[in-house]
């Protein structure tokens, strides 16, 4: 693993405190989604994740012919869609519309696709102002990181962390209380939609049969973002799409209940078009810009594709061991947790960082709460294999690599593997069944780093083998 | 006659925990069975599988297919191990059929050791006798790859003098995995402490499992915090009378 990635993780280990709100809050959200879905509450939920599944495999593998159906009904409904290959070509877009239309200030609703390229910034560099709109992304906006997980991003902020940062960047009386602290985002949140140009959401789901884009939220900010601005964006993944409005019955059902407990969110807008005559509301210019960003890449591979099928629900943050221990800052790119060590690989190339695939102890918790049932651990495993191919070329981690080449033939080699046993348990001889410190001469490498956190377990005086021998030898 | 059944004891109970495999021994002989030791055995592969090394996993896994090749029954003391061969040997072996076909010949042979007695000897009292407070944690493997959720429950409920009482996380990973464990020991080292926090709360004096890797971490942890609690394979629970 990289230096930095180790860095971020003792870090995280050091801090205690944040270490317990981490658990804490995924542990609610871990009970929230248990309640959402047991037998009584939701009797179909595994038809449902089986239905998912088969849904985004279907569309993913039909994806062209879906692109174009969506693209045919956005037009039809009076929008336009624009296909992106970079962030680069999504910000030339959205400067050329802001130019167009005269605009300084944008207004954001949640959007993890915008925060893959980077957009807030790319968007400030060409002298726009982005606000995001959802609370938490307000927050950690204002604090200059990224989203902490996909659906709490500034789940890592206490009050009292926030009533520090409203008070320095807002210039408001300290507030401690949550309502409160609602109320000041919220004034300042309202004079920004009403000044807002140009409003950009992400989309849960995009239906190519209607042309809709899909927003899923409990605030109210997207439904803002989307209506109150005379100009709507909507910047998404070319992977979002569905076939059909009757799709969505499956997928609502599991985006709530796994995100957060919730049979629905407290907004679910449907979004087909710009303002139609005669219509009270709605902007006046309706745009969905459909990102590649490398997803092509992953399309091509029949058996990680399926990593492409995440509804970002965050049920795996919430039930991953390691995310709860190291949080989500520690994740080397935007996406943290189980799917975003499936992702970033896959995005950014194995070598990125190295580490991330190996960062899990396979027990499987993502794959078991996944909605969409994303064999997570198979990914990880094919990620790994992957990383040490690479390592490999690049001449990098030989002496892990012949590690295992000498371990392999040990244990093709009955008579050595237990030569090497006889030796291990000379080195601990006459030691307890577990071992405190270890002697100077085994104090290195992996057993140093066991020895860091546990006790030690000496090997056996008397192998099972030996054992069994003397045994079979005493009745012949 | 009765049936013949071949141990893979697994390369950590062979050298770290012998005495595992030693109890499995016992009750499998209480049970009537013919219990033999193919000694050509060593791992399964996993530890190279799950570190990236395929090639060496594939050498390592082909040895434990030509070893065992033969065994009507296979069981080990391990979920884990199991559900390598199981579940993972096929997809290690892609791009060669020949090695497939004999997974999958072998896979409806090989057995974890609760399964085995629930499902083959049909039995769930083995004449244990356990004078204690027990808790259960799941391993991962056993739990989520294999579905093994009651039945090493139902084994210790027909313990005689043993009561078994569930932590909050019994589900939750002791932090092991592997590699893992040596290459985040921090994190590793946190997760188990999490785990036992949850032990030490239900007052129990042992931990019981299924796979003595969970079982190498939670004890190494609970003898690093001082803690009195022990940890015990299911079969040596099963061994005692």
Redesign the interface.
């Given at each position: 693993?990289s230096a930095i990635f180790d860095e971020k993780?003792?870090k995280v280990?050091a801090e205690p405190a944040l270490?317990r709100k981490v658990?804490a809050a995924t542990g609610r959200l871990m009970d929230h989604r248990r309640q959402a879905v047991t037998e009584a509450a939701l009797p179909d939920y595994q038809e449902l994740r089986a239905r998912a599944h088969e849904l985004k495999k279907h569309t993913l593998e039909h994806l062209d012919h879906y692109l174009e159906q969506f693209a045919a009904s956005v037009e039809r409904n009076g929008g336009q869609v624009i296909f992106c290959e970079t962030g680069d070509e999504v910000a030339d877009f959205l400067t050329g519309l802001s130019e167009r239309r005269g605009a300084r200030l944008l207004v954001k609703s949640k959007s993890m696709t915008s925060e893959e390229i980077d957009l807030n910034e790319r968007l400030e560099r060409r002298q726009l102002e982005a606000v995001e709109t959802d609370l938490g992304e307000f927050i950690v906006q204002m604090t200059g990181e990224r989203p902490y997980h996909i659906v709490a991003p500034a789940m890592h902020l206490s009050r009292h962390d926030v009533a520090d940062l409203f008070t320095a960047k807002l210039g408001v009386p300290r507030e401690e209380v949550i309502e409160a602290q609602t109320m000041i985002a919220r004034r300042v949140l309202r004079e920004k939609f009403l000044q807002a140009d140009i409003g950009i959401s992400g989309a849960n789901f995009l239906v190519a049969d209607s042309g809709a884009v899909v927003l899923v939220e409990n605030e109210g900010n997207a439904r803002l973002t989307t209506s109150a601005p005379p100009v709507h964006v909507a910047v998404a993944g070319i992977e979002k799409l569905i076939p059909r409005a009757q799709d969505l019955a499956v997928f609502l059902k599991l985006l709530g209940r796994s995100a957060t407990g919730q049979a629905l969110t407290s907004y679910t807008s449907i979004l087909s078009g710009p303002r139609r005559e005669g219509e009270l509301d709605g902007p006046e210019e309706f745009y969905v810009v459909l990102l590649d960003g490398g997803r092509s890449k992953l399309l091509a591979d029949a058996e990680k594709r399926q990593s492409l099928y995440c509804i970002r629900c965050g049920a795996c943050l919430n039930h991953c061991?390691?995310y709860r221990?190291?949080g989500g800052h520690s994740f080397p790119w935007v996406y943290s947790g189980p799917i975003g060590a499936i992702l970033t690989p896959q995005f950014q190339g194995p070598l990125h960082e190295p580490?991330l695939?190996?960062?899990?102890?396979?027990?499987?918790?993502c794959?078991?709460v996944c909605p969409v049932k994303i064999d997570i651990p198979?990914i990880l495993?094919e990620l790994?294999?992957?990383?040490?191919?690479a390592e490999t070329r690049a001449g990098a981690n030989r002496l892990?690599?012949l590690a295992?080449?000498m371990?392999?033939w040990?244990?093709?080699h009955?008579a050595v593997?237990e030569l090497g046993?006889v030796l291990?348990?000379a080195a601990l001889a006459g030691q307890e069944e577990?071992v405190?410190e270890l002697p100077g001469l085994v104090n290195a490498?992996?057993?140093k780093?066991?020895a860091?956190?546990?006790?030690?377990?000496?090997?056996?005086a008397?192998?099972?083998?030996?054992?069994?021998?003397q045994r079979r030898g005493g009745r012949a | 006659m009765p049936a013949r059944v071949s141990l893979f004891v697994t390369c950590l109970v062979d050298q770290l925990f012998p005495k595992v495999g030693i109890a499995m021994v016992e009750v499998l002989e209480r049970l009537g069975y013919r219990v033999d030791f193919p000694e050509a055995q060593t791992c399964c592969g996993q530890p190279a599988f799950n570190s990236g090394y395929w090639a060496e996993a594939r050498a390592v896994a082909g040895h434990f297919l030509d070893t065992f090749r033969a065994c009507d029954y296979v069981v080990a003391p391990s979920g884990s191990c199991i559900a390598m061969v199981t579940r993972h040997y096929h997809d290690l072996f892609a791009g060669d059929p020949a090695r497939q076909a004999e997974a999958a010949r072998l896979a409806d042979r090989v057995w974890e050791f609760s399964r085995f007695l629930l499902e083959v000897a049909r039995v769930e009292d083995v004449g244990a006798r356990f004078d204690g407070v027990v808790t259960y944690h799941d391993s991962c493997h056993a739990l989520r790859e294999l579905g093994i959720k009651e039945g090493p429950r139902r084994l210790l409920q027909q313990v005689r003098g043993l009561e078994l009482r569930e932590m909050e996380i019994a589900e939750e990973c002791c932090g092991f995995g592997g590699t893992f464990s040596v290459k985040f020991p921090e994190v590793s080292g946190g997760m188990a402490r999490t785990k036992i926090d949850s032990i030490l709360r239900t007052g129990a004096q042992t931990v019981v499992s299924i796979d003595s890797s969970c079982l190498m971490q939670l004890e190494g942890t609970l003898r690093r915090a001082g803690a009195p609690v022990r940890t015990l394979h299911l079969a040596e629970v099963l061994a005692r009378r």
């Open positions: 693993m993780i003792r280990a270490q658990y061991p390691v221990k190291i580490g695939p190996f960062a899990s102890s396979l027990c499987g918790a794959a078991e198979k495993l790994r294999a992957e990383v040490k191919e892990e690599r295992f080449q371990w392999a040990a244990m093709t009955p593997y046993g291990a348990a577990y405190r490498g992996p057993a780093a066991w860091s956190q546990r006790d030690v377990p000496a090997p056996a008397q192998s099972f083998r030996d054992w069994w021998r | -």
